[in-house]
């Protein structure tokens, strides 16, 4: 399997007592510093080889389970994990997409994946290409542009990356720059990208975190019905009623409607046609403006809280 780099993925991740659940896939070095990280997590382990032996393996409560992710699918259901951890996870696969996207399916609507890969613009690789070698004739290299597109195209939503550098000797970089390789970011002294890719926005996490998906449902099917005046008062009422009953507060709202509606100043104005006596009206506008992300929705905002405040 994927040979060891430096562990550093758990750079991305903080720890917390929250009951997580967490695959790591053959990198089982990660186990220790889990646990340590997250002592109320739920800790699974797929590889190949079976559970490792050592004392650092004992008393960590991991789910072990023998299996080659190139060859069988991962045996869970589908979203049961805040976090896979693989480093290297598809040097070896040969159709890394499906692998990309198959690990999509177990990870929650809130979750992420942590991977890694070598890094095919390293001076290193370079340097062996140029005297006519490949040594990594069973592995695939990625360069940064083309992973990233590898995972968007894997239903992952936002991607984060960060550098594992190893520095090139000076006269290697010199020889390199002279043949017109572009260096941005230090690419060529990059040996392998970390990599954090989510399963949702950063925005749509956090709202997703708050309420199950058949709430989110709910809401989202009101809102727009509300938006295209589907039976409006009925709809209104049927909104007021899940939110008092959800426990929905002004900010949550303003935020779903933020995502999830197309046409917000025909939202709000037939939600307050028929919203006499509901304050939250105005205190969602009040929080949408306040987080508007641009200036042209922050004054279509700001008018339709003159429009409130003139009722």
């Known amino acids: 399997m994927a040979e060891k780099i430096k562990a550093e993925l758990l750079s991305f991740l903080k720890g917390s007592e929250l009951p997580l659940s967490i695959l790591v896939v053959e990198s089982v070095g990660y186990l220790p510093a889990l646990r340590r990280l997250f002592p109320r997590a739920a800790l699974y382990a797929v590889t190949a080889g079976g559970q490792p032996e050592g004392p650092e393996y004992a008393g960590l409560s991991v789910h072990w389970t023998a299996l080659d992710y190139l060859a069988a699918p991962l045996p869970f259901a589908p979203e049961t994990f805040d976090y896979i951890i693989s480093d290297l996870l598809l040097e070896q696969a040969g159709n890394p997409q499906d692998i990309a996207a198959g690990f999509s399916r177990y990870i929650k609507q809130t979750g992420a994946l942590l991977t890694s890969f070598r890094n095919i613009r390293h001076w290193s690789v370079l340097e062996e290409l140029r005297d006519g070698h490949y040594y990594r004739v069973c592995a695939r290299l990625f360069a940064k542009p ?8 894997s239903y992952y939503k936002a991607v984060r990356m960060r550098a594992q550098r190893r520095a090139a000797p ?83 709202a303003a935020n779903f409607v933020r995502e999830s509606v197309f046409h917000p100043r025909r939202f709000y104005r037939h939600l307050r046609a028929f919203s006499a006596g509901r304050g939250e009206v105005r205190e969602m506008l009040a929080e949408a403006c306040a987080s508007a992300r641009s200036e042209e929705e922050r004054a279509m905002l700001a008018a339709l809280l003159r429009e409130e405040d003139a009722i």
Do not use: C
């Open 170 to 252: 000076p006269e290697v970089m010199a020889r390199l720059q002279a043949a017109e390789f572009e260096n941005t970011h230090d690419d060529l002294e990059t040996e392998f990208w970390l990599v954090y890719a989510a399963r949702s926005m950063p925005e749509l996490s956090l709202l997703k975190s708050f309420y199950t998906q058949a709430q989110r449902e709910t809401l989202s099917r009101l809102l727009h019905r509300i938006e295209y005046g589907v039976d409006t008062a009925r709809q209104v009422a049927a909104f007021w009623d899940f939110y008092d009953a959800a426990g929905l507060f002004p900010a949550y």
């Open 146 to 153: 083309e992973f990233e597109k590898l995972l968007y195209a």
